[in-house]
């Protein structure tokens, strides 16, 4: 590890990674902020504007407070994308020796997610999911003749690999992104109990709402929970991994279709490089093979990155916006308690319940969908941009 981290490629390559990502997050969080207050403060009924978010912000905090919780999401999101795309590479360097290793990682997916959903009990679901490993061993044990020779990766396993690397992405940066949500939330969770007034039995609604019978009639203040010592000492260790139902969803497609977009994107424009070659390269429709063609230019591979990511934010919004949403209530770990003890059964359809939609946000799930396509296209550009200009720059020096 010593003569690692002494390497001066290894240095390069990371400080170039870990520059590019503060500058696209520094850039792009001024638009994950009002993407933020959108989703949280509208309702049905209406949507929030930009111009009303600047409004509302301004009176509460000034400008400064648009970049609320810039801190979490920076730290968050360095471990978040570095396992996004470190996962993706491990798993497609895989892939071109032993392929059917993929199916046997999202074996292990589609069962945590299973037992998850079967059982609130955290030990039953570890105890289910660590059964599921051995199986997965299996399936790569007999499959693992079958390798490829040739140095490509297909769309189809560049989705799989994204697929779980969104998976692992979600698992370790959902506390900061808790964090920063209620930071740029703030008081703005106190909309969510205008839903209250459209139900025609009142008992229903407060069994949604638990706080409502604790004598206050208010839920408690995202303004006031937003450490990470009052989040634990009021709603306990598990509400720094709340809606991860969600963001597992969200993040397992928007990964998915991110990486499968953007491997189908560098292979057209491989193939469209290749069209006036003389002799064409050997192979190139079957195998994929590169070298005859020579890499392609950064600029075009950064632009296809943005265009893949917003493409994947379109895709798994709905579910950012039920994340969003469901990190902004407050729920006391002693209802958490009861509604264990109670078997308390989540409200909704069977796919909502499954991926964590509440019933009363079906009409808002697309809000604020323009803003996070453009933070994500943007962000994803400069990141991938950025990084190979400073590693142009850092290992040529």
Same mark, same amino acid.
């Given at each position: 590890?010593?003569?690692?981290?002494?390497?001066?490629?290894?240095?390069?390559?990371?400080?170039?990674?870990?520059?590019?990502?503060?500058?696209?997050?520094?850039?792009?969080?001024?638009?994950?902020?009002?993407?933020?207050?959108i989703q949280v403060g509208s309702d049905s009924s209406k949507q929030l504007t930009t111009v009303q978010?600047?409004?509302?912000?301004?009176?509460?905090?000034?400008?400064?407070?648009?970049?609320?919780?810039?801190?979490?999401?920076?730290?968050?999101?360095i471990l978040g994308v570095g396992t996004r795309f470190g996962t993706y590479e491990i798993l497609a360097?895989?892939?071109?020796?032993?392929?059917?290793?993929?199916?046997?990682?999202?074996?292990?997916?589609?069962?945590?997610?299973?037992?998850?959903?079967?059982?609130?009990?955290?030990?039953?679901?570890?105890?289910?999911?660590?059964?599921?490993? @051995?199986? *997965?061993?299996?399936?790569?044990?007999? #499959?693992?003749?079958?390798?490829?020779?040739?140095?490509?990766? &297909? !769309? /189809?396993?560049?989705?799989?690999?994204?697929?779980?690397?969104?998976?692992?992405?979600?698992?370790?940066?959902?506390?900061?992104?808790?964090?920063?949500?209620?930071?740029?939330?703030?008081?703005?969770?106190?909309?969510?109990?205008?839903?209250?007034?459209?139900?025609?039995?009142?008992?229903?609604?407060?069994?949604?709402?638990?706080?409502?019978?604790?004598?206050?009639?208010?839920?408690?203040?995202?303004?006031?929970?937003?450490?990470t010592s009052d989040i634990i000492s009021l709603e306990g260790w598990g509400a720094l991994w709340r809606?991860?139902?969600?963001?597992?969803?969200?993040?397992?497609?928007?990964?998915?279709?991110?990486?499968?977009?953007?491997?189908?994107?560098?292979?057209?424009?491989?193939?469209?490089?290749?069209?006036?070659?003389?002799? @064409?390269? *050997?192979?190139?429709?079957?195998?994929? #093979?590169?070298?005859?063609?020579?890499?392609?230019?950064?600029? &075009? !591979? /950064?632009?296809?990155?943005?265009?893949?990511?917003?493409?994947?934010?379109?895709?798994?919004?709905?579910?950012?916006?039920?994340?969003?949403?469901?990190?902004?209530?407050?729920?006391?770990?002693?209802?958490?308690?009861?509604?264990?003890?109670?078997?308390?059964?989540?409200?909704?359809?069977?796919?909502?319940?499954?991926?964590?939609?509440?019933?009363?946000?079906?009409?808002?799930?697309?809000?604020?969908?323009?803003?996070?396509?453009?933070?994500?296209?943007?962000?994803?550009?400069?990141?991938?941009?950025?990084?190979?200009?400073?590693?142009?720059?850092?290992?040529?020096?």
């Amino acid at each position: 590890m010593g003569e690692l981290l002494k390497n001066h490629a290894f240095a390069a390559h990371a400080i170039a990674a870990a520059g590019s990502h503060m500058l696209s997050t520094a850039l792009t969080y001024l638009l994950d902020t009002v993407k933020t207050l959108i989703q949280v403060g509208s309702d049905s009924s209406k949507q929030l504007t930009t111009v009303q978010v600047f409004d509302r912000v301004r009176a509460l905090s000034g400008y400064s407070g648009l970049y609320s919780g810039f801190g979490c999401l920076a730290f968050g999101r360095i471990l978040g994308v570095g396992t996004r795309f470190g996962t993706y590479e491990i798993l497609a360097a895989f892939c071109k020796g032993l392929f059917f290793i993929l199916y046997a990682v999202i074996y292990v997916a589609i069962a945590y997610i299973r037992a998850l959903l079967a059982s609130g009990n955290h030990a039953n679901w570890i105890l289910q999911t660590t059964l599921s490993v @051995p199986m *997965s061993m299996v399936v790569c044990a007999c #499959f693992c003749a079958y390798g490829r020779e040739d140095d490509h990766v &297909y !769309v /189809s396993e560049a989705l799989m690999a994204g697929v779980a690397a969104g998976f692992l992405e979600s698992l370790s940066s959902s506390p900061f992104e808790l964090m920063k949500t209620r930071a740029q939330a703030l008081n703005h969770s106190a909309g969510l109990l205008s839903t209250l007034t459209k139900y025609p039995n009142m008992i229903d609604a407060l069994k949604e709402y638990p706080w409502m019978m604790t004598g206050s009639g208010r839920a408690p203040s995202v303004s006031n929970v937003r450490r990470t010592s009052d989040i634990i000492s009021l709603e306990g260790w598990g509400a720094l991994w709340r809606g991860l139902r969600s963001g597992v969803v969200r993040d397992s497609i928007f990964g998915g279709i991110f990486f499968s977009s953007w491997q189908f994107l560098h292979r057209a424009m491989l193939e469209w490089n290749a069209v006036n070659m003389d002799p @064409p390269p *050997s192979f190139l429709l079957f195998f994929g #093979f590169a070298e005859e063609i020579g890499p392609l230019s950064p600029l &075009y !591979v /950064s632009l296809a990155a943005g265009f893949s990511g917003s493409i994947a934010a379109a895709a798994s919004h709905c579910f950012d916006t039920a994340r969003t949403r469901s990190q902004c209530i407050v729920l006391p770990k002693y209802i958490s308690m009861e509604r264990r003890l109670l078997k308390w059964t989540l409200p909704g359809k069977r796919f909502e319940r499954f991926t964590g939609i509440h019933p009363t946000d079906r009409n808002i799930l697309f809000h604020g969908i323009g803003l996070r396509m453009a933070r994500s296209g943007i962000a994803s550009f400069m990141l991938v941009g950025g990084y190979f200009w400073a590693v142009d720059h850092l290992v040529s020096r």
